[in-house]
């Protein structure tokens, strides 16, 4: 990743820099310890690329103010990347959030790190 990196997941949270990246995904794992991101499709067209992935977990901690359920969950969503000297200088995630939310009845109203779930 580049020193600059700037990330934007469908989950919500903007973060920049290695470290914050890191930081996210420990709050993901938080929820869903067995976190994959699966890589179904890849398009390259030089200094950007673009994925389409497959998420998959099971939900143990609080998941869109939902307590662990020990259900698995998965969805669907879509990774656009940008390159910059020769590192990952951006990604930007979507995802399908609603899908999650019905798999775990969240209130649909309700954020991944929400204080007030």
């Known amino acids: 990743m580049h020193p600059e990196f700037d990330f934007r997941g469908s989950l919500g949270p903007k973060r920049s820099g290695p470290d914050e990246f890191i930081r996210y995904t420990e709050e993901v794992r938080e929820a869903l310890p067995d976190f994959q991101c699966n890589i179904v499709e890849i398009v390259d067209?030089?200094?950007?690329?673009?994925?389409?992935?497959?998420?998959?977990?099971?939900?143990?901690?609080?998941?869109?103010?939902v307590d662990g359920t020990q259900q698995r969950t998965e969805w669907s969503g879509a990774a656009f990347f940008t390159i910059r000297e020769q590192k990952i200088g951006s990604l930007w995630v979507?995802?399908?959030?609603?899908?999650?939310?019905?798999?775990?009845?969240?209130?649909?109203?309700?954020?991944?790190?929400?204080?007030y779930a």
């Open 45 to 65: 067209a030089e200094e950007k690329a673009a994925a389409r992935i497959s998420f998959v977990g099971t939900h143990h901690g609080v998941f869109f103010g």
């Open 94 to 115: 979507l995802g399908d959030i609603d899908s999650i939310k019905r798999q775990l009845n969240a209130h649909p109203k309700v954020a991944f790190l929400d204080p």
